[in-house]
């Protein structure tokens, strides 16, 4: 007998196209798939989406216009319950309407009478303190709670929550894994594919690099600018810019670009990769790289995850928390890089980059391992609960 479906809902920073939020869909859409799998159970998602066409288009689950009340109340109504999550949420630093949406979503969920998940989420900074009881109110009845970091949990804390009640956990784009292989066995193989794509490269080791805008005189670029070129001096490279957010950071790509044509030593290669739109297109690019250059923390995350070696920029504490899991530091801050640190570090990961990969694997193994605990704890209260 097969059993009835039941819907749930998922809300957050979806339908943007932007390739750290639709990773994190990604990864939520295939952690929920194997967890109700195994306790043979029957989901169907649904994703609020400002694309509602291209979401389903593609990811192949229904999904719901975000800013259409009366069909997300609908849908929500229908529905078993409602994540949120995961992905930066709960900040006022990009606005100070974002906070206010979804804890609307998550208020309506409670109002119907449905169970609310907080999914791996990174909370703040929330700079507007009469923020803090609404969340605090809100939160209170969600019947479960996961954050991505410990500074997250404690600043749920501090709002007046019980820290006992909240698991911290990994980022779930932790659990993505590449288009074709099951969650469960696909580990990443970065040392495996070295030895192929030097092949396939002629030669040359390929840098990825993810930069977005960040200071206003652009001295984080430029900084990066200048240590790349001076690596190029030293190793044959192929400088590989993966834009994470569109169209934004294929600018910011383009101004390193800039300064690096024309410059760069004879046999560099350079290229924008402007079509991996799906996030397990994305993931494999990061895979084919020796070692990545990030800004973006989901293009860390991606790296991570590949057991591709990594240097983060730090722009957002996010950056720091993250690296500190991998037992990593950031090479800097965009308004103090240098580029000669970017030359060093990046010369010094392609050298050894099998001893980063050993001395990382263990953290690596658990964060992916842990990133599956959000999706594991709802099925089986939906399971119980059904």
Not at 92 to 118: C, E, H, M, N, R
Not at 154 to 172: F, H, S, T
Not at 281 to 292: G, K, S, T
Not at 322 to 331: G, V, W, Y
Request: aromatic share 6%; with cysteine.
């Amino acid at each position: 007998m097969v059993a009835t479906p039941q819907t749930i809902i998922i809300s957050g920073y979806y339908g943007f196209r932007n390739s750290g939020d639709e990773a994190v869909l990604q990864s939520i859409l295939i952690a929920l798939r194997e967890h109700a799998g195994v306790a043979g159970l029957a989901l169907e998602p649904v994703v609020l989406s400002i694309d509602p066409e291209w979401t389903t288009a593609t990811y192949g689950v229904k999904a719901v216009h975000r800013m259409k009340l009366g069909e997300v109340r609908k849908a929500i109504a229908q529905s078993a319950g409602l994540i949120s999550g995961g992905g930066s949420l709960l900040q006022d630093v990009t606005s100070g309407k974002t906070i206010p949406y979804y804890l609307g979503i998550l208020k309506l969920a409670q109002w119907l009478g449905k169970p609310t998940f907080i999914y791996a989420q990174g909370i703040g900074p929330v700079n507007r303190k009469f923020f803090h009881p609404m969340i605090k109110s809100i939160f209170r009845k969600c019947a479960y709670i996961s954050v991505r970091d410990e500074q997250s949990r404690q600043l749920l804390q501090a709002m007046g929550l019980q820290g006992e009640g909240i698991e911290v956990v990994p980022d779930p784009v932790m659990g993505l894994t590449l288009a074709g292989t099951s969650g469960l066995a696909d580990t990443g193989t970065g040392s495996a594919q070295a030895a192929g794509r030097l092949q396939k490269d002629e030669g040359q080791f390929t840098i990825g690099i993810s930069v977005r805008y960040w200071e206003s005189s652009r001295r984080e670029l430029d900084a990066i600018a200048d240590g790349l070129l001076q690596a190029c001096a030293a190793e044959s490279l192929h400088l590989r810019f993966l834009p994470f957010h569109h169209p934004s950071d294929n600018e910011a790509s383009r101004y390193v670009i800039e300064r690096l044509e024309g410059k760069a030593a004879q046999g560099t290669t350079i290229s924008l990769c402007e079509d991996a739109l799906h996030p397990q297109q994305m993931l494999q690019e990061v895979a084919d790289c020796d070692v990545l250059i990030g800004m973006r923390l989901h293009s860390l995350i991606y790296a991570a995850g590949r057991r591709v070696p990594l240097l983060g920029v730090s722009y957002d504490p996010k950056i720091d928390h993250f690296l500190a899991r991998l037992h990593c530091r950031p090479i800097g801050a965009t308004a103090t890089l240098k580029g000669s640190e970017v030359t060093t570090e990046v010369l010094h990961l392609l050298r050894e980059g099998q001893a980063w990969r050993n001395e990382r694997e263990p953290y690596i193994s658990a964060l992916v391992e842990e990133a599956g605990a959000p999706a594991r704890h709802i099925v089986e209260y939906l399971r119980h609960k059904g």
